[in-house]
């Protein structure tokens, strides 16, 4: 059996750690608890999310207990950032999106068996602190200047705009975090992102104060395309996982966009396909690029993790379908409205509308006389089949899920029409 910090890192999973070699023996003496943490700075986890989520798992399929932490507090008060304040959300809207996470996480983890997961929130501990007990009973652990050295708070202290004490005190509450857990559950392990070092270690830092223990950290790099650049980002934003923020068939789009040169890496990040597998993904992309292979596969197997095998089939037949590779009247109005939603569109209304009217209304066409002779021609289509009479209006028998005809000119020009 592989070992896991060994997987972890063979798919490029650790950036920092405190020390592996002892935290590799601590976990061949048996399972151990460790936990992440996921503030409610939105209503829905992201693509740097999902990078946790994955060493979570990795972690959990190996026999280790995971505690997801959802930030109910922390959430409150807004990680620094390297410049400039976060602003504040109302305390009903942090509450919300902790809910919002919290359901999100719950998809992803096992909460039965002898590994089973749990979910906390760290406002069930920090909700009760007093001020007092917070400058007294924690407070007392922290040196100023150590504080002040890490690279976020000093870039801060440096900037014209400074920081306020609200998110320099953030430091002292994820601690306090890491020193629950180890007191509620034995948690030994902190898992983070790399730009999350200098809070973790203020855990590890805080436990060995006040009870003499050591426990270890173990951090994510940032993940970049192959050109140094950061990964992630589309034209709508961030990589939402939430199927409202952002529809499954646009995520579905967005790995399949992949880089040649990135398939490899993001195949060992963002999915569980074993060693052989991408070796063999990696082998036939290389000798058939355009045939993205590598891509269909990361894309698909994202996908089905994220929103369900049904939701990726949808997708993947949606894609199919456009360019006439499967039946439009068999998919789901959704799946199909999101696979046209950045067409050219028109309204259409059934009696009335005809075949020129939408290449004429969508844009396709800049007149009516260049509509009717690429009808004529056999150029234009409905529902994937050819327009024989340009005056028939658009009726009932045309109309697909959700409401929507398309219509193409030529081979690649596509539009879609809104029923009325």
């Given at each position: 059996?592989?070992?896991?910090?060994?997987?972890?890192?063979?798919?490029?999973?650790?950036?920092?750690?405190?020390?592996?070699?002892?935290?590799?023996?601590?976990?061949?003496?048996?399972?151990?608890?460790?936990?992440?943490?996921?503030?409610?700075?939105?209503?829905?986890?992201?693509?740097?999310?999902?990078?946790?989520?994955?060493?979570?798992?990795?972690?959990?399929?190996?026999?280790?207990?995971?505690?997801?932490?959802?930030?109910?507090?922390?959430?409150?008060?807004?990680?620094?950032?390297?410049?400039?304040?976060?602003?504040?959300?109302?305390?009903?809207?942090?509450?919300?999106?902790?809910?919002k996470l919290r359901a999100q996480i719950e998809r992803f983890l096992d909460f039965e068996g002898p590994a089973a997961a749990r979910m906390v929130n760290n406002y069930d501990w920090t909700g009760e602190m007093t001020a007092i007990s917070l400058l007294r009973d924690l407070g007392k652990h922290f040196r100023l200047g150590t504080m002040i050295a890490k690279d976020t708070v000093a870039r801060r202290l440096a900037s014209d705009e400074g920081i306020s004490f609200t998110e320099f005190s953030y430091q002292l509450l994820q601690a306090n975090d890491y020193l629950e857990l180890y007191r509620r559950y034995g948690c030994v392990l902190e898992t983070g992102g790399n730009d999350q070092w200098g809070n973790l270690i203020g855990g590890t830092d805080l436990i060995r104060k006040a009870e003499g223990k050591s426990v270890h950290v173990l951090t994510t790099p940032l993940i970049t395309k192959a050109d140094g650049t950061k990964f992630g980002k589309s034209e709508g934003g961030a990589i939402w996982l939430d199927a409202d923020m952002m529809s499954p068939y646009a995520f579905y789009q967005f790995w399949l966009g992949t880089e040649d040169a990135d398939v490899e890496?993001?195949?060992?990040?963002?999915?569980?396909?074993?060693?052989?597998?991408?070796?063999?993904?990696v082998a036939e992309s290389a000798a058939a690029p355009h045939q993205r292979i590598g891509q269909r596969r990361l894309a698909a197997e994202v996908t089905t993790f994220v929103h369900g095998a049904e939701a990726t089939a949808q997708v993947i037949a949606?894609?199919?379908?456009?360019?006439?590779?499967?039946?439009?009247?068999?998919?789901?109005?959704?799946?199909?409205?999101?696979?046209?939603?950045?067409?050219?569109?028109?309204?259409?209304?059934?009696?009335?509308?005809?075949?020129?009217?939408?290449?004429?209304?969508?844009g396709l066409e800049k007149g009516r006389g260049a509509a009717r002779r690429?009808?004529?021609?056999?150029?234009?289509?409905?529902?994937?089949?050819k327009a024989e009479d340009e005056d028939a209006p658009l009726t009932s028998a045309d109309v697909l899920p959700g409401d929507l005809v398309l219509f193409r000119k030529g081979r690649r020009n596509m539009g879609v029409g809104h029923v009325k």
């Amino acid at each position: 059996m592989v070992d896991v910090l060994d997987e972890l890192e063979w798919r490029g999973l650790i950036a920092q750690h405190t020390d592996l070699d002892e935290l590799r023996a601590l976990m061949q003496e048996g399972p151990i608890t460790f936990y992440t943490g996921y503030d409610p700075t939105a209503a829905s986890l992201h693509h740097g999310h999902l990078v946790q989520i994955m060493v979570m798992r990795h972690l959990q399929m190996a026999g280790h207990k995971p505690l997801a932490l959802v930030g109910g507090a922390t959430g409150l008060i807004g990680d620094p950032r390297m410049s400039g304040e976060r602003t504040l959300n109302e305390a009903k809207t942090v509450a919300e999106w902790s809910e919002k996470l919290r359901a999100q996480i719950e998809r992803f983890l096992d909460f039965e068996g002898p590994a089973a997961a749990r979910m906390v929130n760290n406002y069930d501990w920090t909700g009760e602190m007093t001020a007092i007990s917070l400058l007294r009973d924690l407070g007392k652990h922290f040196r100023l200047g150590t504080m002040i050295a890490k690279d976020t708070v000093a870039r801060r202290l440096a900037s014209d705009e400074g920081i306020s004490f609200t998110e320099f005190s953030y430091q002292l509450l994820q601690a306090n975090d890491y020193l629950e857990l180890y007191r509620r559950y034995g948690c030994v392990l902190e898992t983070g992102g790399n730009d999350q070092w200098g809070n973790l270690i203020g855990g590890t830092d805080l436990i060995r104060k006040a009870e003499g223990k050591s426990v270890h950290v173990l951090t994510t790099p940032l993940i970049t395309k192959a050109d140094g650049t950061k990964f992630g980002k589309s034209e709508g934003g961030a990589i939402w996982l939430d199927a409202d923020m952002m529809s499954p068939y646009a995520f579905y789009q967005f790995w399949l966009g992949t880089e040649d040169a990135d398939v490899e890496r993001l195949l060992k990040v963002f999915t569980f396909l074993g060693r052989e597998q991408i070796a063999q993904l990696v082998a036939e992309s290389a000798a058939a690029p355009h045939q993205r292979i590598g891509q269909r596969r990361l894309a698909a197997e994202v996908t089905t993790f994220v929103h369900g095998a049904e939701a990726t089939a949808q997708v993947i037949a949606a894609s199919e379908a456009l360019f006439g590779k499967g039946d439009l009247r068999t998919l789901d109005g959704r799946t199909l409205r999101d696979a046209t939603a950045s067409l050219p569109s028109a309204d259409v209304v059934l009696g009335e509308t005809t075949i020129v009217d939408l290449l004429v209304d969508s844009g396709l066409e800049k007149g009516r006389g260049a509509a009717r002779r690429t009808v004529a021609s056999g150029g234009a289509y409905v529902n994937g089949e050819k327009a024989e009479d340009e005056d028939a209006p658009l009726t009932s028998a045309d109309v697909l899920p959700g409401d929507l005809v398309l219509f193409r000119k030529g081979r690649r020009n596509m539009g879609v029409g809104h029923v009325k």
